[in-house]
């Protein structure tokens, strides 16, 4: 059985930094493009950042360049998210995700199989 699993999220101030992390279980992350998305009221379920199953390329919402950071640990199954300078509208429910989609980095929510549970994250003051 297949499970991904966040940890990390949390309540920051604007400015501050957290790092999402999504271990993942039942499946080997070498042959898997990862995806984190976003859930927030009033918002679009939308893609923050994808990653294809060797590292390279990355993707990342226009919001995010430069602040965020999507890598891949393959030896310990996991996926992360470095999130610094937030900003109150990075908050909101986030969920990775995994794909044996094979276009370069995949990045739409359509193209994700498998989801994890979601954590929250809420940046304010």
């Not at 999402?20 to 998305?37: E, H, K, R, V």
């Not at 891949?72 to 300078?85: G, I, P, R």
């Amino acid at each position: 059985q297949v499970h991904l699993v966040e940890s990390g999220g949390g309540l920051v101030q604007p400015g501050g930094s957290l790092r999402l992390s999504c271990a993942a279980s039942g499946i080997t992350l070498d042959y898997y493009a990862l995806g984190w998305f976003r859930s927030a009221p009033g918002k679009e379920h939308e893609g923050v950042s994808c990653i294809s199953a060797n590292g390279l390329p990355t993707h990342y919402r226009d919001s995010v360049k430069g602040r965020f950071t999507i890598s891949k640990d393959n030896a310990k199954n996991t996926v992360y998210l470095q999130m610094n300078s937030l900003k109150p509208e990075d908050a909101g429910v986030y969920f990775c995700a995994a794909t044996q989609d094979m276009t370069e980095v995949p990045c739409a929510r359509n193209q994700y199989p498998l989801w994890g549970q979601g954590i929250q994250v809420t940046v304010s003051a």
